[in-house]
């Protein structure tokens, strides 16, 4: 059970953290979010019989959940974007400023259930089943979400790009 | 149009976790398990021990008595509140009752705390807790008022209370 925690971990490690940061929008957190859901993890005798990956990620969320609840944000607290900065060399950067920034703000107006879709889809690198089990919803209903995601973004991102662009 | 949003999201660079996560998280994962020793329920088991070895001895056959048989008079003493864990009702009530051969009284019930020791911050659950180690001495006292027969018990036992601590 260790070592399979263990795996799971250091092959999702950015996953887990960026849905940990994505509930939290705090990186402190959002680290302590991640610990203390492989604390409960460790703590219980048992596993899933399932998949291990949904199980751990479905703890990571109630522990962010959990963080929001007990502490909620000041209002004087920033929110803190799942992105990192741009690299300084624009060469090295695999998006442009506009790109990002646009995006950015898009990721940052979904609803939350939507952008947990995606944070689990696109960063998590989770299938449709493993998000579906992760949440605790239906696999049509988190694909349904995870679609109308991608229209939203697209809808806002698409034309201000395309303006850009011209 | 939804391929190259998800191209473009894949390519939007993610903040990194902090160094010091691989290591909260492993320390976490790779420290053996806590045992949990559930005192109340091992004193509990000795105490039941203890009152069922008392009246196998008090049920063999014994001799008649030449003196009087009658009762003495006993009363329950001063019983002070307890704290926590088995109250005098609740230990008067795990006694065996019926019959006139096993009907015995508790006369004393005290609780003494010998020892409260403050051991830090610990995180068991990943949120800072206070620990305390709380060693307490409950004496009980039984009396059989067909016969006078009195027992005395002593249960030491140990408790660890956590209380959620804000640590910043």
Known sequence: MRQAIERVYSDHRQGLYTLALAITRCPGRAEDAVQEAFARLWSRRTGPVGDLVPYVFAAVRNAAIDQVRRRPPEVSEQAVSIYNGLPEDPSAASVTAEQHRILEAAVLALPQDQREAVVLKIYGGLTFQQVAETVDAPLQTVASRYRRALEQIGRRVRPRLEANDA | ?168
């Open chain 2, 1 to 168: 149009m939804r391929d190259d949003i998800e191209s473009l999201l894949e390519r939007m660079p993610l903040r990194k976790p902090p160094a010091s996560l691989d290591a909260r998280v492993l320390w976490r994962v790779r420290r053996p398990r806590q045992v949990v020793i559930a005192w109340a329920v091992a004193a509990g088991a000795l105490a039941a021990a203890a009152v069922a070895l008392f009246f196998a001895v008090r049920t063999e056959p014994r001799a008649p008595a030449g003196g009087p048989t009658a009762a003495p008079a006993v009363a329950q003493a001063d019983v002070p509140a307890p704290t926590d864990g088995v109250s005098p009702a609740e230990a008067a009530a795990a006694l065996p009752v019926g019959g006139a051969e096993t009907d015995v009284v508790p006369v004393q019930i005290e609780r003494q705390w010998t020892h409260l020791a403050y051991e830090g911050v610990v995180a068991p659950e990943g949120e800072p807790m206070a620990k305390f180690r709380r060693q307490v001495v409950d004496q009980l006292e039984w009396v059989d008022p067909d016969d006078g027969a009195h027992m005395e018990m002593t249960v030491p036992r140990e408790d660890v209370i956590l209380i959620k601590a804000d640590v910043y």
